[in-house]
């Protein structure tokens, strides 16, 4: 998804760059992609009408109700046409600092509190950021008190779509792993609402996102891996899906033990 809050100088990376990295996943030419190859993955790519930025949450709701609610539909697509594991990932300039807006509404704190380096923000950069959470937090005042309403507010396509996928995933019996800071931020949103809404869910590997680890401990979410993975795209869960395929494997066709 794409960020009109992206316009406050947030990410050192141009707007263009989140449609040039889905691109690059459908041509087969990403890091995911190859993850997938090696553990023979299906990947789904969904672009999250990335020629319209959500609005400017420092000013008014990066959606509206109902195009919240069609997001969240969209993203149980997901899961359609079955599945035995869903591992999700985000594409999104500027969406680290859209996910410390949300966790700052959902846990509390400030922006300096959940703000990070991202995609490579320098010192003055992460400053900016943190004012940005602020000014959106100050602007929706107690319209956060909801977490889904803040997801909504402070939230964005990526996470609204993520938020679906956990919920249809739940209705379906479909465990998850939840890779990186945006889709964490996402279930956030969830498990405020509902405090059993990620019980089929794990957390795949953390990012070297500092408010990452802070929200996993949140919410009781352990990671699988600890890699320093920041790359995006899922390719931690991607990852992480391997080591679950062979405990699978193994639970089902290793010998008893002689005793």
């Known amino acids: 998804g794409n960020h009109g809050v992206a316009r406050h100088g947030i990410s050192p990376r141009p707007v263009a760059a989140t449609a ?4 690059l996943c459908a041509a087969g030419g990403a890091a995911i992609n190859q993850i997938c190859i090696a553990n023979n993955l299906g990947l789904k790519v969904f672009d999250l009408a990335l020629h319209i930025p959500t609005a400017d949450i420092t000013e008014e709701a990066a959606l509206d109700e109902r195009g919240c609610a069609a997001t969240m539909a969209f993203g149980m697509e ?14 999104g300039v500027g969406n680290s600092t859209v996910a410390a807006a949300l966790l700052a509404a959902l846990f509390g704190g400030s922006g300096a509190d959940w703000v990070g380096s991202g995609s490579g923000a320098d010192a003055s950069m992460r400053v900016r950021k943190a ?11 107690t319209g956060l008190r909801d977490p889904l309403e803040a997801l ?5 396509r990526e996470f609204a779509a993520i938020a679906g996928a956990i919920l ?9 792993l939840l890779d990186g800071l ?6 956030a949103a969830l498990h405020a609402a509902d405090a059993t809404a990620l019980d089929h869910c794990l957390l795949a590997s953390l990012s070297p996102e500092p408010a990452h680890a802070r929200a996993a401990e949140r919410l009781g979410l352990r990671p699988l ?7 995006g795209e899922g390719a931690g869960a991607a990852l992480a899906a391997g080591l679950v395929k062979a405990a699978a494997l193994t639970a089902s066709g290793m010998a008893a033990a002689l005793h």
Do not use: M, Y
Request: glycine letters at 12%.
């Open 20 to 23: 040039n990295a889905v691109e």
């Open 78 to 91: 997901a899961i359609a046409g079955g599945a035995d594991l869903l591992c999700l990932g985000d594409l």
């Open 131 to 141: 004012e940005v959470v602020d000014a959106a937090l100050a602007f929706h005042g």
């Open 152 to 156: 909504r507010r402070v939230g964005g």
């Open 168 to 176: 249809a995933a739940r209705t379906q019996k479909i465990p998850v």
């Open 182 to 187: 945006v889709a964490t931020a996402a279930a």
């Open 225 to 231: 891996l600890d890699l320093g993975v920041s790359h």
